[in-house]
C-alpha cells in the first residue's frame, strides 16, 4: 500500500476528531475524540517508521499510547468532578471562565 | 571595614524584615523591637557612612562590587557619593522616627513593619547604587509595596462627583483607599515603563556590556537617545517626584496612607524620582538636560505656584499636606533645572529639608487625626490648649514650609531661588517667591484654625498631648530642621562636593566658570 | 587691663548671645518657664546683661569714631567651594546706637511686663518671656547684620516673634487674626526683599552693602535692588497701603505693642534703609517715591488717628505716621534726620506705650471713652504719658522736637515742598490728637472705671521714668550720638521748625479747646465729619479683604477645581476608558470551552496558511 493512504486515513482520523471536539456537547464524546485525534498521530508515527525502516516511531507510538492512557484517566476524572459541581457532563455546563 | 558600610546599610532594614517572617505576628513587641532593631542599625550604618565619607577627595566612595549577571554586565555596585550621604541620614532618620510613630499599630503589625522595612531597603538601593539595573530594581522595590500598604492599612476619603468627567465617578469608586492604592501604582508604573525604554536603549547604544552608571556616564549618546531619552527619564522618574499634571497620585495616596507610609512616601520616596532625573536623566545625559532645562524649569515654577494654590482650597488636613509636598517638590526640581551650583545645592538640600518637614507635617497629621477622628479643619479649633507640643511641632513646620530663616525649607529655597535668577530665569525665581509668600498664607491659616481659639469644642473629648515615642519622634525632627536650619553647612558641604563633581559635565562649563 | 580683653566683636557677639541663652534655657527647660515670674527674671537679667554689652559698644564706638566699623564673620553658605553668604557682626555708631535703644526699650519693657501681666498664668507667663527672649536675639542680630542676607534672616525672625506675641492671647479670635494678618502683609512685603537680595548677589556676587558692591550694581541693579527692598520697607514700616497690619496688631499685649510694634520692630525697616543706604542713594527714583509716600502715609495716618477711641490705635496710627516721617526723610537723600528721628521716636514712642499700658491696667479697657478723669489717680504715669504725647507732638525742648526739625530741614533744603506741606500739617494733627488722647483719657469726666482706679506698682513706673528721662534729654545728646555715627549735627532753630513748632501749639490749643473746654465738637465740623466719613468706611482695609477673597480663594478655588476635575478627572477618564475597554472584550471570553477550541483550529489553519503562501 502507499503511503498515502495511511496518511490519508490518518488525516480522515484526525479531521473526524476536530469535528467530534467541536460539535459534541458531552464532555465524554469529547474525550472520545481526542483519542482519535490522537491514533491519528499514531497512525503517522507507524506509517513513517516503515518509511524510513526506523523503529523510533513505533517506539513513539507506545509513549504516546501510554500517554493517552493516562490522559484519558485525568480527563475522566475531571469529567466526574464536573459531573459533582454541575449534575451534567455537558461542556457548556461549565462556564466559570466567562468574563 | 568600610567597604561594607554601604551594604549593611542597605541590607539592614531588608534583614529585619526577613527576621520578622520568624516571628509570630501576635507578638507585638518582638515585631516592633526587631523593626527599631533594623531601623537603628540602617540609621547607625548611614551615621558611619558621614563620618567616613572623605570630603576633601569627592567623588563616589567605599565602592563594593558583586556580579549578578556578569553576561549582561548587571553588578550590585553600591558606593556613595556626597549627594548620597546626607539622603541616606535622611532615610535612616524618617524610617526610624516612622517606626516610632507607628508604634501603636496593632492589626497585621507584622506584616506592615516587613514591607516598610522592605521598602525602606529599595530607598536607601536607589541612593547609593552605581549600576543603572540595580537603581531600577531597587526603585522598584521602594515604590511597589506602596501599593500593599496604603491599600491594606489605609483610609478611605469621600469626594463629591463633578466635572465634565464626572460619569466616571461610579466605576471607579473614586477617593476609597483601593482607588488611591491603585491610582498611586499604574501612574508610577507608567512611569517606570519610560524609564526602563530609556536604560535600555543607553544600554544598548553604549554598547559596553555594562549597567555601571561610571561606565555609561563616559559614553558620548546620540542626539537622538539625549532629547528623547531625557524627556522620558524626566516624565518616567519626574511622576513619582510629583511632576505636573502627573502629581495627582500625590493628593489622593497621601490622604489615604497610614503615618508612617505618608512619612515615608512624601519624605523619602519623592525624592527618588527627582534624585532619579538628576542623578540619571541629567548626568548621564547632559544635552539632553541643556535642551529641556526650560522645559522642566517652567513646569515646576507651574508645580510650586499651582500646588500652593490648590492647597489653599483644601478643607480635609491630609490634602492640605499633600498638594505642599506637590509644590515644594517643583522647587527640588527648579533647582534642577537651573544647572548651576547653587540651584543644585538648594534641590539637593531641599529634598532633604522637605522630607524632614513633610516627615514631620504627616507625623503630626497622624497624631491629630488618631485623637480627634477627623482630618476636617473647619471643625476644629483651640486644640492647642489640649495638645501644646503637637501644636508647638506643627508651627515649626509650618513656619519651615513657608521658608522661614533658621528652618531647614529657607536654606534650599534660597538657594534654589538665587539660582534660578543666577541661570537668568528671574521668572522662576519670583514664581518661587510668590509660592511662598501662598504657602504662608494657608500654613498659618491652617494652624491658626486648629490649634487656636477656644475649645477644643466636645466633639474632640479625647485630645491627648504627644507622649513617649511620638515625643521622640516630633523632637528628633523638630531637632533635625533646626540644626540643619541654623548650620546648613553640616549638609552642604557634602551636597557641594558632589555637585562639583557631577555639574560642570552636564552643565558643559568648569566649575571655575559655574562658581 | 584685665587678664583678658574682649574686643568690640566680642562684645557684641556676647550682646546677642545672651538673649538667645535666655531663649535656649526657657524654651529647653519647661519646669523653669512655667513658673512665670521666674522666666521673667531670667529674661531680664540675660536683657540686662545684653544692655550692658550694647553701652559699652556705644561708648567704645563713640571714642572711635573714624575707625573703620569692627566686624567679625564666619562663613554660611557654599558654592562650589566658594564663599556665598556670612554671619557675623558689624559694629559701628549707627549699630552699636541702635544696640543700646533696642536693648534698654526691651529692657524696661520687660520688667514694665512683669506688673502689667500680674494676672497671667505662670505658664502663659513663661511662654510671653520666651518669646520676648526670642525677638530680642532676633532684633540684636538684625542690627548687627553684616550683610543682607543676615538682616533679611533676622528680619523674618522678628517677623515671627511678632507673629508669636500678637498672638500671645491666642484664645481670642481676634488675637489670632490679627497675628495672621501681621504675618501674611509682612511676608507678602518680603517678597521684595528676597528678590531685592538674589538681585543684589547676581550683580554683585555678595549680599554686602559696600561701596564696591554698589559700583558693581550700577544703576539699573541699584534701582531694582532699592525698590525691591523698599516693598518690604512698606511692610515691615508700616507704610500706604501695607500699613493695615499694625492697628490690628494692637491684640497683642500693650508691652508688645511698645516694643515691637512702635519702638523697634517696625522701625526694622527704617534701619535696613539706614544700613543700604548707598544702595538706595544710587537709585534716585526710589528716594523721590519713599519721600512722597512716607509724606502721604504720615499725612493719612495722623488723619486716622484724630478719630480713634481706642487708645492703642490712636498710638498705631501715629507709629505709622512717625515711620512715615523717617521714610520721607531718609527719601530726601540724608540720612541722619531719619535715623535721628528713628532713635527718638523708639524713646517717646515705648514711653507713651508703656504710659497707655498703665492706663489700660488702671481701667482694664482700652476705649477713651472708659477712661477720663484718671489724672487725680495716676499722677506719676499721667505724667509719663504726658511728656510722651509732648515729645511726640514736637513741643519745643523734647526730643521729639529736635529730630522731627531736622526733618522738615532737609525737606525744605532739597525743596521738596510737597512732602513737607503734609508733613508740616501731620504735625500739626498729631499736636491735636495727642490733646485729644490726654483730655480725655487723664482729665474731664471720670469713665466707669475711674473710681476703681489705681497707681501701677514700681515695677511698671519705673521704666515709665526712665524713658520719660530719655524723651526728656534725647534731643540734646543728638551731637554726640551723630559724631559717634559718624555724621555731623548740631542743632539749630530753623524756619521748617519754628513753623511746625507753632503748628504743634496751634494743634494742642485747639485740642485744648475741643476737648479740654469743650467749645465746640469736631464731628460737627463738615470738614472732619468728611474725613472721619472716609476713615469709618475703612476702604484700604476692605480692599485688602476683598483682594484676598476674591483673588485668592477665587484663583485658589478654581485651580482647586481644575486640579480635581479637569486633571485628575482626564486621568479618571483614562482609567474608565480602559475599564470600558475591558467590558467590551470581556465578551470575547465566553467561558465555553468548545468556543475556545474554535479558536485554536482557526489559529491552526491560520498559521498553516502562513507556512503555505511564505
Not at chain 2, 73 to 82: E, H, K, S
Not at chain 3, 333 to 345: A, C, D, I, K
Request: hydrophobic letters at 55%; a neutral charge; glycine letters at 10%.
Amino acid at each position: 500500500m502507499p503511503t498515502q493512504a495511511y496518511l490519508l486515513l490518518s488525516a480522515a482520523l484526525f479531521c473526524l476528531g476536530i469535528y467530534g471536539v467541536l460539535t459534541r456537547r458531552n464532555a465524554i464524546g469529547v474525550l472520545v475524540a481526542i483519542e482519535l485525534m490522537a491514533n491519528a498521530v499514531n497512525i503517522n508515527l507507524v506509517a513513517f517508521s516503515r518509511v524510513w525502516g526506523s523503529l523510533t516511531g513505533q517506539a513513539f507510538t507506545l509513549f504516546s499510547l501510554a500517554l493517552t492512557v493516562s490522559e484519558v484517566v485525568v480527563g475522566l476524572a475531571i469529567v466526574i468532578l464536573l459531573y459533582r459541581a454541575h449534575q451534567s457532563v455537558l461542556t457548556d455546563s461549565a462556564s466559570e471562565m466567562k468574563g | 571595614m568600610t567597604g561594607h558600610l554601604l551594604d549593611l546599610c542597605v541590607a539592614a532594614p531588608a534583614f529585619a524584615a526577613l527576621l520578622l517572617l520568624f516571628v509570630p505576628g501576635k507578638h507585638l513587641t518582638a515585631v516592633r523591637l526587631i523593626s527599631l532593631a533594623g531601623a537603628l542599625v540602617h540609621l547607625a550604618a548611614a551615621i558611619a557612612i558621614a563620618v567616613s565619607y572623605n570630603r576633601a577627595t569627592g567623588g563616589v566612595q567605599m565602592v563594593s562590587s558583586h556580579a549578578i549577571v556578569p553576561s549582561l554586565g548587571i553588578a550590585l555596585t553600591f558606593g556613595v557619593d556626597g549627594w548620597g550621604v546626607p539622603l541616606l541620614l535622611l532615610t535612616a532618620t524618617i524610617l526610624t522616627v516612622g517606626v516610632f510613630a507607628s508604634w501603636g499599630l496593632a492589626d497585621r503589625a507584622r506584616d506592615f513593619f516587613v514591607l516598610l522595612l522592605v521598602l525602606t531597603s529599595g530607598v536607601a538601593g536607589v541612593f547609593v547604587s552605581l549600576d543603572l539595573f540595580v537603581f531600577f530594581l531597587a526603585y522598584e522595590i521602594a515604590v511597589l509595596p506602596m501599593y500593599l500598604l496604603i491599600a491594606i492599612w489605609g483610609t478611605s476619603n469621600k469626594v463629591a462627583p463633578g466635572g465634565p468627567f464626572k460619569f466616571t465617578w461610579k466605576m471607579l469608586d473614586i477617593g476609597g483607599k483601593e482607588y488611591a492604592a491603585m491610582k498611586l501604582t499604574l501612574m508610577l508604573l507608567i512611569g517606570s515603563a519610560l524609564i526602563l525604554a530609556a536604560m535600555l536603549a543607553m544600554y544598548v547604544e553604549a554598547g559596553k556590556h555594562s549597567f555601571d552608571l561610571r561606565v555609561l556616564g563616559t559614553i558620548h549618546y546620540s542626539p537622538f537617545l539625549q532629547s528623547a531619552g531625557f524627556i522620558a527619564l524626566w516624565l518616567g522618574f519626574g511622576s513619582l517626584a510629583g511632576v505636573w499634571p502627573f502629581h495627582t497620585w500625590s493628593p489622593d495616596g497621601h490622604a489615604a496612607a497610614p503615618t508612617a507610609v505618608s512619612m515615608l512616601h512624601a519624605g523619602v520616596l519623592m525624592k527618588l524620582g527627582a534624585f532619579g532625573v538628576i542623578r540619571i536623566g541629567m548626568v548621564l545625559l547632559p544635552e539632553g538636560a541643556r535642551q529641556w532645562a526650560w522645559l522642566v524649569g517652567s513646569v515646576a515654577m507651574i508645580n510650586i505656584v499651582y500646588g500652593a494654590l490648590s492647597a489653599m482650597s483644601q478643607k480635609d488636613l491630609k490634602y492640605i499636606i499633600a498638594y505642599s509636598s506637590v509644590s515644594h517638590m517643583g522647587v527640588v526640581m527648579l533647582g534642577a533645572a537651573t544647572l548651576n551650583i547653587n540651584g543644585w545645592n538648594g534641590a539637593i538640600f531641599q529634598m532633604v529639608a522637605h522630607g524632614l518637614m513633610t516627615g514631620l507635617f504627616f507625623a503630626l497629621v497622624g497624631l491629630v487625626y488618631g485623637r480627634a477622628h477627623s482630618r476636617w479643619v473647619p471643625g476644629m479649633g483651640g486644640f492647642a490648649n489640649a495638645m501644646p507640643i503637637v501644636a508647638v511641632c506643627f508651627t515649626v513646620a509650618s513656619l519651615s514650609s513657608l521658608g522661614l530663616p533658621g528652618l531647614a525649607g529657607f536654606v534650599a529655597e534660597f538657594l534654589v531661588f538665587l539660582g534660578a535668577w543666577q541661570a537668568g530665569q528671574p521668572i522662576w525665581a519670583l514664581a518661587g517667591l510668590v509660592g511662598a509668600f501662598i504657602t504662608a498664607v494657608y500654613v498659618l491659616r491652617t494652624s491658626r484654625t486648629i490649634f487656636w481659639g477656644d475649645g477644643p469644642s466636645h466633639d474632640f473629648h479625647d485630645l491627648t498631648d504627644a507622649h513617649g515615642t511620638e515625643w521622640v519622634a516630633l523632637g528628633v525632627l523638630v531637632a533635625a530642621l533646626i540644626v540643619l536650619g541654623v548650620w546648613p553647612r553640616l549638609a552642604l558641604d557634602f551636597i557641594d562636593v558632589a555637585t562639583g563633581d557631577y555639574l560642570p559635565a552636564v552643565a558643559g562649563k568648569t566649575l571655575e566658570a559655574l562658581r | 587691663m584685665s587678664a583678658f580683653t574682649l574686643t568690640r566683636v566680642d562684645a557684641a557677639l556676647l550682646c546677642c548671645a545672651a538673649p538667645l541663652l535666655s531663649f535656649l534655657i526657657l524654651g529647653l527647660t519647661p519646669a523653669l518657664r512655667r513658673t512665670g515670674r521666674i522666666a521673667g527674671y531670667v529674661s531680664i537679667a540675660f536683657a540686662g546683661l545684653s544692655t550692658l554689652y550694647a553701652a559699652s559698644l556705644l561708648q567704645g564706638r563713640m571714642f572711635a569714631a573714624a575707625s573703620p566699623p569692627d566686624i567679625g564673620q564666619v562663613g554660611w553658605l557654599y558654592a562650589g567651594g566658594k564663599l556665598v553668604a556670612s554671619m557675623g557682626v558689624q559694629v559701628d555708631g549707627i549699630s552699636a546706637s541702635m544696640l543700646v535703644v533696642v536693648t534698654v526699650v526691651a529692657l524696661c519693657v520687660q520688667v514694665f511686663s512683669l506688673g502689667y501681666l500680674h494676672d497671667e498664668p505662670p505658664a502663659a507667663l513663661g511662654r510671653y518671656y520666651t518669646w520676648h527672649s526670642l525677638f530680642l536675639f532676633s532684633m540684636l542680630g538684625l542690627v548687627v547684620a553684616p550683610n543682607a542676607l543676615q538682616l533679611f534672616l533676622c528680619w523674618e525672625l522678628v517677623g515671627l516673634a511678632s507673629y508669636l506675641l500678637i498672638g500671645f492671647y491666642f484664645k481670642k479670635p481676634s488675637a489670632g487674626q490679627a497675628a495672621v494678618k501681621a504675618f501674611w502683609v509682612t511676608k507678602f512685603a518680603d517678597i521684595g526683599l528676597g528678590a531685592g537680595l538674589l538681585v543684589l548677589y547676581v550683580f554683585t556676587g555678595t549680599f554686602d552693602w559696600s561701596p564696591q558692591a554698589v559700583q558693581l550694581l550700577g544703576a539699573t541693579g541699584a534701582a531694582w535692588t532699592a525698590g525691591l527692598f523698599f516693598l518690604a520697607v512698606m511692610g515691615k514700616s508700616a507704610q500706604f497701603p501695607l500699613h493695615i497690619w499694625l492697628p490690628d496688631a494692637m491684640e497683642g499685649p500693650t508691652p508688645v505693642s511698645a516694643l515691637l510694634h512702635a519702638a523697634t520692630m517696625v522701625a526694622a525697616g527704617v534701619y535696613l534703609i539706614v544700613r543700604t543706604y548707598p544702595i538706595f542713594q544710587a537709585a534716585p527714583g526710589v528716594l523721590v517715591f519713599m519721600t512722597f509716600l512716607g509724606a502721604w502715609t504720615a499725612l493719612f495716618a495722623s488723619i486716622i488717628a484724630c478719630s480713634q477711641n481706642d487708645i492703642k490705635k490712636v498710638l498705631a496710627y501715629s507709629t505709622a505716621a512717625q515711620l512715615g516721617y523717617m521714610v520721607s526723610a531718609l527719601g530726601a537723600g540724608e540720612l541722619w534726620p531719619g535715623y535721628f528721628h528713628l532713635v527718638t521716636h523708639a524713646a517717646f514712642k515705648a514711653l507713651l506705650f508703656l504710659g497707655a499700658g498703665a492706663l489700660i491696667h488702671a481701667v482694664h479697657s482700652n476705649n477713651l471713652q472708659d477712661m477720663g478723669g484718671l489724672w487725680p489717680k495716676l499722677k506719676i504715669s499721667g505724667t509719663a504719658f504726658i511728656i510722651g504725647a509732648m515729645a511726640l507732638a514736637g513741643v519745643p525742648g523734647f526730643a521729639g522736637f529736635f529730630s522731627k526739625d531736622a526733618i522738615l530741614d532737609v525737606l525744605l533744603e532739597r525743596h521738596l515742598f510737597a512732602p513737607w506741606i503734609a508733613l508740616l500739617a501731620a504735625a500739626g494733627l498729631t499736636a491735636f490728637y495727642m490733646t485729644r488722647v490726654v483730655m480725655l483719657a487723664l482729665f474731664g469726666k471720670p469713665g466707669h472705671h475711674t473710681e476703681h482706679a489705681h497707681e501701677s506698682p514700681p515695677s511698671m513706673l519705673a521704666p515709665l521714668v526712665l524713658l520719660a528721662i530719655a524723651a526728656l534729654t534725647l534731643g540734646f545728646a543728638g551731637t554726640s550720638l551723630a559724631t559717634a555715627a559718624g555724621h555731623e549735627y548740631a542743632f539749630h532753630l530753623s524756619t521748617s521748625g519754628l513753623i511746625a513748632s507753632s503748628l504743634a501749639l496751634l494743634g494742642i490749643g485747639v485740642g485744648w479747646l475741643a476737648y479740654g473746654k469743650n467749645a465746640f465738637v469736631p464731628g460737627k465740623i463738615p470738614a472732619f465729619a468728611f474725613v472721619q466719613g472716609i476713615v469709618e468706611s475703612s476702604a484700604v482695609d476692605r480692599s485688602f479683604a476683598w483682594s484676598y477673597r476674591v483673588v485668592f480663594q477665587g484663583v485658589s478655588g478654581g485651580v482647586a477645581w481644575f486640579d480635581r476635575y479637569i486633571i485628575d478627572g482626564f486621568m479618571n477618564f483614562s482609567a474608565w476608558l480602559t475599564q470600558m475597554a475591558g467590558e467590551r472584550l470581556r465578551a470575547a471570553q465566553t467561558g465555553r470551552v468548545v468556543d475556545y477550541l474554535y479558536a485554536v483550529v482557526a489559529g491552526l489553519l491560520l498559521l498553516a496558511a502562513a507556512g503555505f503562501w511564505r
